[in-house]
């Protein structure tokens, strides 16, 4: 091993033992104490292994904004939202899930079957989801997990699988989930998880992480070749965009940063400075994405990422609870949004499956994708043609800095967020 590979090691070693500690990262201040879980073992992750996609408050890069937001003397959502981050209700009213009345009066998300995908085993993932539902009035889910670690444990991902789950369950608590914990984040450990998911026969699967693009991943194909799921995933962190975000058979999910009114409602979001974004080096841009508006920004061949964006700046992220750091976490990033529109999707394949309409798919050669859904939403001249489904963004850098956010679809937050209860009557409403 050469001494850069050694150094690099020996750095991840001592950041996972900082977060373990619980000296690295942000705490709330109203955290729940309880005894932490003693680890057995630590996975030392290589340059090519899948990384969550998660950021703590203290870890958030500064919001750039545009001279539009300067000249209208407009605050960063970080300083007008508290420091305890949003609350599940502040998620769902902001984007309108609140409203939402699901077929039968059952909960929402009821009798679709979710997979999340993470990484190493977490023994407390169902007490700590109790724990945080009985905090914010919610049923907690019934996990149904399925360990492929034995013992081996990860606080890094001990604190992602837990904002997997509580932020579906805030989203779609009627939903059967199942966790797929993979033995390491090696790509083949993860790619077994990935397959494990798929031959359970879930209607969604939710990866909320990300890998460096690699010359071969379009191999890779077979791996979301399921045309009866709804494949989601995180655009990354930092720069460029992420595989298996960047596959055009998977919603690929960016970040914004949100500002709310008293009344919580979403006044305008801007994008996420350090949310991934850009176009992918090696996947060719899909049919869906063959579109005026979308050629108008990305004047290469290639899939441009993300699809979508939600709310993922830390100072205004989801509150998680996690026992084996000790408590209550403020939690940003490409996690929290991809966990947050995979709850939206099966909001929408709830009431396609009332209706007796097929589960949505997003492999891109499917007769109805998903994501020709989402694009059919933009006009020929950029612009959203339903705006009471989209939220455009129009302020802000991602990819850390390197793409403007602009009116119509852009390369930071691609289509925006969403209005989810109009998304849903849309969704209902598609072949």
Same mark, same amino acid.
């Given at each position: 091993m050469n001494q850069s590979a050694t150094w690099l090691r020996s750095a991840v070693c001592v950041a996972v033992c900082l977060v373990a500690t619980g000296l690295y990262g942000c705490k709330s201040d109203n955290s729940d104490q309880e005894e932490p879980v003693q680890e057995d073992a630590e996975y030392v992750p290589a340059a090519d292994d899948f990384q969550h996609a998660y950021v703590l408050a203290t870890d958030?890069?500064?919001?750039?904004?545009?001279?539009?937001?300067?000249?209208?003397?407009?605050?960063?959502?970080?300083?007008?939202?508290?420091?305890?981050?949003?609350?599940?209700?502040?998620?769902?009213?902001?984007?309108?899930?609140?409203?939402?009345?699901?077929?039968?009066?059952?909960?929402?998300?009821?009798?679709?079957?979710?997979?999340?995908?993470?990484?190493?085993?977490?023994?407390?993932?169902?007490?700590?989801?109790?724990?945080? %539902?009985?905090?914010? !009035? #919610? *049923?907690?889910?019934?996990?149904? +997990?399925?360990?492929? =670690?034995?013992?081996?444990? $990860?606080?890094?991902?001990?604190?992602?699988?837990?904002?997997?789950?509580?932020?579906?369950?805030?989203?779609?608590?009627?939903?059967?989930?199942?966790?797929?914990? %993979?033995?390491?984040? !090696? #790509? *083949?450990?993860?790619?077994?998880? +990935?397959?494990?998911? =798929?031959?359970?026969?879930? $209607?969604?699967?939710?990866?909320?992480?990300?890998?460096?693009?690699?010359?071969?991943?379009?191999?890779?194909?077979?791996?979301?070749?399921?045309?009866?799921?709804?494949?989601?995933?995180? !655009?990354?962190?930092?720069?460029?965009?992420?595989?298996?975000?960047?596959?055009?058979?998977?919603?690929?999910?960016?970040?914004?940063?949100?500002?709310?009114?008293?009344?919580?409602?979403?006044?305008?979001?801007?994008?996420l400075a350090d949310s991934a974004a850009g176009m992918s080096i090696y996947e060719r841009m899909p049919n869906y994405q063959m579109i005026p508006s979308v050629q108008n920004a990305n004047t290469t061949a290639f899939r441009s990422v993300p699809d979508v964006a939600f709310n993922a700046n830390p100072g205004s992220g989801a509150q998680v609870y996690v026992s084996i750091l000790g408590g209550y976490f403020v939690v940003g990033g490409n996690s929290v949004s991809t966990s947050f529109f995979t709850g939206v999707v099966a909001i929408a394949n709830q009431f396609r499956k009332s209706q007796s309409k097929p589960m949505l798919s997003s492999i891109s050669t499917s007769s109805n994708p998903l994501q020709r859904s989402l694009y059919g939403l933009m006009s020929s001249n950029g612009g959203p043609t339903n705006s009471t489904v989209l939220n455009d963004v129009v302020d802000g850098y991602a990819g850390e800095g390197s793409y403007l956010a602009e009116p119509g679809y852009d390369i930071a937050t691609g289509l925006g967020s969403l209005d989810v209860a109009a998304f849903v009557n849309y969704m209902a409403n598609q072949p």
């Open positions: 958030d890069a500064p919001v750039e904004t545009s001279s539009f937001r300067q000249s209208m003397s407009l605050q960063s959502s970080a300083s007008s939202t508290s420091s305890g981050g949003w609350t599940p209700q502040q998620f769902l009213t902001a984007y309108n899930v609140n409203t939402v009345v699901a077929p039968n009066n059952k909960p929402l998300g009821y009798g679709i079957k979710v997979a999340i995908i993470t990484a190493y085993h977490y023994s407390n993932l169902q007490n700590d989801l109790n724990k945080w %539902a009985s905090k914010y !009035s #919610q *049923k907690p889910i019934t996990l149904n +997990i399925i360990n492929q =670690a034995g013992n081996i444990t $990860n606080s890094n991902w001990a604190l992602q699988s837990c904002l997997a789950v509580q932020m579906l369950n805030a989203v779609a608590p009627g939903a059967t989930v199942y966790v797929i914990e %993979a033995k390491s984040v !090696s #790509q *083949k450990d993860m790619q077994t998880a +990935i397959q494990t998911a =798929a031959n359970i026969g879930v $209607n969604i699967i939710s990866m909320p992480f990300g890998a460096p693009e690699f010359s071969t991943e379009g191999s890779l194909a077979h791996l979301f070749a399921n045309t009866q799921i709804a494949w989601i995933a995180a !655009s990354g962190t930092g720069a460029g965009p992420t595989f298996p975000g960047t596959s055009p058979d998977v919603v690929a999910v960016g970040g914004t940063s949100p500002s709310l009114s008293a009344s919580l409602v979403l006044l305008f979001e801007t994008a």
